[in-house]
């Protein structure tokens, strides 16, 4: 009998049978193209991607600096780190299944009977005692082996092994989150630094304006007004200036956190801000699905779901489990190992509910409707993915555009200031016309501004849409 039982376990074992359906990854609908793709050209070169850490295209040793202490000190990205390390643990939690579990004992036990006592005779003398000890000495091994006929470690393992692989994806998507959160925050940063200086000039120029008006007015060829409306003017350029220290601050503390420092122990100091605006290609959008950390996630998930369907439906089906012992137990230690006081067993077990008032159909109908929840996810991820990489696409190449149209408006707006400060000073147009030109030109700047920030983060945007250069293969466990 036991001979059969080994040999029907030995088959079943070799034919690797594991309940429940194996994992496909379903079929996600994508175009040959990205739409807003269309006459649109990254700049170049464009193999930033492949190269390595993607902030490196924009060319700044400050923002590499900072982005490099991401991974090192981000409360977000170690927190991340520590549950994809908590789920490897699992990991092998689960394979340490496939293995027998021995354990060894030891004990030594005093025991006796009747009360304590001395028995003496008619004179007194003691001659025997009322009761026996003797200590007994046990040692052995036993050992358990759940052999896995209908695959519920081996589907365990399986989901354990696609959670922590979605647990590295995830990792990489919470990195991926805070580098480009970074970069967003530094490149705000380095606008509000130009606005500030932008700003610091249009108070120099005003005051310049100022001082020509006081000096018509005081030799009679301008009108109290004038003055008054300058200083107005100049007034509300300087509450301007002291107002945009707020944001450029709030900037810093926000760069702070990131990089994990106090905000009263970090600083940066003021630059000038880049012109130019690289940008990475797009690609085709089915390598959009290898490449974001965020879809490979919800893959690994249903993944993960898929195998918990068999786990469930293992519940059909008999345990068998592998027992054996080894057990020594005598008077006298020294003489404890031996033959006479051996006892062993060794045999399989073979254990089957007969009734749980449904309990194993509900779970595996509960494992199926999880798995068709992470499925509805996956896909959801997958267009929202495919949104986002239009729409940035679309951002960069209207922008771009806007730029051009801004940057002659900006010109043209200088070029007006300029005449009409002479015209002015040519007694030829009153000085509301200079108000008017001065608000014109500060306006036009700082839409001109506004637009290129919004650029350089579109294409850091573009960027994380793109999943930064990662690669799916990067999230799978060896």
């Not at 269309?38 to 390595?52: C, H, I, Q, Y």
């Not at 925050?185 to 610091?200: M, P």
């Not at 080894?326 to 007969?354: C, E, F, K, M």
Request: with cysteine.
């Amino acid at each position: 009998m036991l001979r059969g039982v080994c040999v029907a376990v030995a088959g079943a074992l070799a034919a690797g049978c594991a309940v429940g359906p194996d994992y496909h990854r379903p079929p996600v609908q994508t175009a040959p193209d990205y739409k807003e793709a269309t006459d649109w050209k990254p700049s170049e070169p464009n193999d930033v991607l492949s190269r390595g850490p993607w902030w490196t295209i924009f060319n700044d040793d400050t923002l590499n600096q900072l982005e490099v202490q991401i991974n090192i000190s981000n409360q977000n990205v170690k927190a991340a780190e520590a549950a994809f390390e908590q789920s490897r643990a699992l990991v092998s939690q689960a394979r340490a299944g496939f293995w027998p579990t021995i354990a060894a004992s030891f004990s030594a036990q005093r025991s006796g009977a009747g009360v304590p006592g001395i028995v003496t005779n008619g004179a007194g003398v003691p001659i025997a005692t009322t009761s026996s000890s003797q200590t007994t000495y046990n040692a052995g091994v036993t050992g358990n082996w759940d052999i896995d006929i209908w695959g519920r470690i081996r589907r365990t393992t399986e989901s354990d092994v696609a959670s922590a692989e979605s647990n590295a994806a995830a990792l990489a998507a919470a990195q991926l989150s805070a580098q480009a959160e970074l970069a967003t925050d530094y490149f705000e940063l380095r606008a509000q630094d130009q606005l500030q200086k932008l700003l610091d000039d249009t108070v120099v120029a005003e005051t310049q304006s100022l001082k020509i008006t006081e000096s018509r007015y005081k030799f009679g060829v301008a009108a109290r007004a004038d003055v008054v409306t300058a200083e107005t003017q100049l007034l509300s350029s300087q509450a301007q200036q002291v107002n945009a220290r707020i944001q450029r601050a709030v900037l810093e503390h926000a760069v702070a956190v990131l990089v994990g420092k106090l905000p009263a122990e970090f600083s940066l100091d003021p630059a000038a801000m880049r012109t130019d605006v690289p940008t990475v290609p797009a690609g085709l959008p089915s390598t959009l699905l290898e490449r974001r950390p965020d879809v490979a996630e919800a893959e690994r998930k249903m993944a993960a779901a898929n195998a918990q369907i068999g786990v469930a439906k293992a519940g059909y089906f008999p345990d068998l489990t592998l027992t054996g012992s080894d057990q020594y137990s005598g008077g006298s230690l020294s003489h404890l190992i031996r033959n006479a006081n051996r006892v062993w067993a060794v045999g399989p077990a073979l254990a089957q509910t007969i009734f749980d008032g449904g309990l194993v159909r509900a779970q595996v109908r509960q494992a199926r409707a999880a798995y068709d929840g992470t499925v509805d996810n996956y896909r959801q991820t997958v267009l929202t993915s495919f949104q986002q990489v239009e729409d940035e696409i679309v951002t960069l190449r209207v922008l771009e555009q806007e730029q051009v149209i801004e940057d002659e408006t900006v010109k043209k707006a200088r070029e007006a200031e300029t005449l009409t400060l002479n015209q002015y000073k040519a007694g030829t147009v009153p000085y509301s016309s200079v108000i008017t030109a001065q608000t014109t030109r500060l306006s036009a700047e700082q839409t001109a501004l506004s637009v290129l920030s919004t650029r350089l983060q579109a294409s850091v945007a573009l960027i994380e849409a793109l999943g930064g250069g990662w690669d799916a293969s990067k999230a799978t466990l060896k």
